[in-house]
């Protein structure tokens, strides 16, 4: 069986990786602004630009816009 994709994953993991600012928007419209620390079945850390750290629930996100032109390459099934 091929192993399937999990494309939100490889987006915050590329963002993670590269270190690249992005928005986060939540979904009561308040926007975030930092570089994804980590981030789990759940929750997103995001590391500000005066370098705290917060913790966000991912259903309580909207969108996550990337600052910068991220190539997302889908892993080829075997």
Do not use: Y
């Not at 590329?14 to 981030?39: D, M, P, Y």
């Amino acid at each position: 069986m091929a192993e399937r994709v999990n494309l939100q994953d490889q987006f915050l993991n590329t963002l993670r990786k590269e270190h690249v600012q992005c928005a986060v928007f939540l979904v009561n419209g308040i926007k975030l602004v930092g570089r994804i620390e980590s981030f789990d079945q759940f929750m997103v850390l995001l590391r500000g630009n005066d370098q705290t750290v917060q913790a966000i629930f991912k259903h309580a996100i909207s969108t996550v816009s990337p600052m910068r032109q991220v190539d997302i390459q889908p892993k080829a099934a075997e």
